[in-house]
Antibody, heavy 121, light 111 residues
Framework: QVHLVQSGAEVKKHGASVTISCKTSGYTFTEFFMHWVRQAPGQRPEWMGWVNPANGDTGYSVKFQGRISFTRDTSANTAYMGLYRLTAEDTAVYFC??????????????WGQGTLVTVSS | DIVMSQSPLSLAVTPGEPASISCRTSQSLLYSNGDNYLHWYLQKPGQSPQLLVYLGSNRALGVPDRFSGSGSGTYFTLEISRVEAEDVGVYYCMHTVETPYTFGQGTKLEI
């Protein structure tokens, strides 16, 4: 069965950086793009971008360009999200989610459990 | 960006009764292949969103058949034929027709 397991909660200072990992199992890591979504307290989810685990190609939401980075380690079947120059507005739960791009699909079908990032001043 | 608007924002339902949630989008989600790139999720308290319906009307694996999705273009509906206690949470519609993907504001279902 497919599992996406994320790293634990983080508390960061204003201006710092954070890296979150998303370890996958139960499927071939390189065959499905990984997306990242965040959700601020009481808000709707917000899409951040994607990484192609097969070759490392990435696509970022314009909102985060310049201070976000997606990477992956194919030997560990793990995707990573780095977010830099944090502010209080980055306090949120961050999710990794696999996109199922098989024919007649195109949905985020499996999600990690979420990682809470709290940014304090 | 495509704007997703859900209604109602909250819903109180008696167990066994039906419920309906709508999602209206600012642009058509109908792709050239005939699929509508609209999906429904349920987020239970403290959990990640779980997929209920993909491409407008297809139930995800393991989702009870009391859930059904319909619609096309810019208007979609999620219906629960007989609500059960385990259905409480926030329901979101989401599109994947183009980036950035966006979500509706959510509909909170209470018993």
């Amino acid at each position: 069965q497919v599992h996406l397991v994320q790293s634990g909660a983080e508390v960061k200072k204003h201006g710092a950086s954070v890296t979150i990992s998303c370890k996958t199992s139960g499927y071939t890591f390189t065959e499905f793009f990984m997306h990242w979504v965040r959700q601020a307290p009481g808000q709707r989810p917000e899409w951040m971008g994607w990484v192609n685990p097969a070759n490392g190609d990435t696509g970022y939401s314009v909102k985060f360009q310049g201070r976000i980075s997606f990477t992956r380690d194919t030997s560990a079947n793990t995707a990573y999200m780095g977010l830099y120059r944090l502010t209080a507005e980055d306090t949120a739960v961050y999710f990794c989610a696999r996109i199922n791009a098989l024919p007649h699909r195109y949905d985020l079908d499996y999600w990690g459990q979420g990682t809470l990032v709290t940014v304090s001043s | 960006d495509i704007v997703m608007s859900q209604s109602p924002l909250s819903l109180a339902v008696t167990p066994g009764e039906p419920a309906s949630i709508s999602c209206r989008t600012s642009q058509s989600l109908l792709y050239s292949n005939g699929d509508n790139y609209l999906h429904w999720y349920l987020q239970k308290p403290g959990q990640s969103p779980q997929l209920l319906v993909y491409l407008g009307s297809n139930r995800a694996l393991g989702v009870p058949d009391r859930f059904s999705g319909s619609g096309s273009g810019t208007y979609f509906t999620l219906e629960i034929s007989r609500v059960e206690a385990e259905d409480v949470g926030v329901y979101y519609c989401m599109h994947t027709v183009e980036t950035p993907y966006t979500f509706g504001q959510g509909t909170k279902l209470e018993i």
